[in-house]
């Protein structure tokens, strides 16, 4: 059984136009290379075909798993969500113990990450370590670089 997606309504509509552009350009000129290929004769031999076939592959896969994701996404009603803890979609400033930086991230779904929009993953290690956190909250996070102490200072949506 598929894992249900979290979404803003924004970023579920950038899935479905990404789709769509997948469906509608890239799918056809794949098609049309295929057809190119195959038309300069020996099947066996030609670097060409095998070259789209493979792409033809890769963007099917593709294709495949973004309407998976597509067909299990769950948009979020934010005004059911309680504020006065880390959820999904809450905005975090947290301050780095061990050198007093202070960082703002969007805890976001896998497929909204973008670092550097200061959108940061649910899954990853400083998402998880967040998650339930309240104001004032301390929270030890393993990261790749080692173990960091964050202090929550704000929550917000």
Do not use: C, W
Not at 20 to 28: K, N
């Amino acid at each position: 059984m598929s894992q249900v997606s979290y979404f803003t309504e924004d970023g579920l509509k950038k899935l479905k136009d990404e789709l769509h552009h997948l469906e509608t350009v890239e799918r056809p000129s794949i098609s049309k290379q295929i057809a190119e290929a195959r038309d300069k004769g020996d099947l066996s031999e030609n670097a060409e075909y095998d070259a789209a076939k493979e792409a033809q592959g890769l963007l099917e896969l593709k294709i495949s798993k973004m309407k998976e994701l597509i067909s299990t996404a769950r948009i979020i009603d934010e005004s059911q969500i309680d504020t006065s803890k880390v959820f999904i979609h809450a905005k975090v400033k947290i301050k780095n113990l061990k050198n007093n930086a202070t960082m703002q991230y969007t805890l976001v779904a896998e497929s909204e990450a973008n670092l550097k929009e200061g959108r940061i993953s649910v899954d990853s290690p400083i998402g998880k370590g967040l998650l339930g956190k309240k104001v004032g909250d301390k929270a030890e996070i393993k990261t790749p670089a080692g173990s960091v102490k964050f202090e929550v200072i704000s929550i917000s949506r």
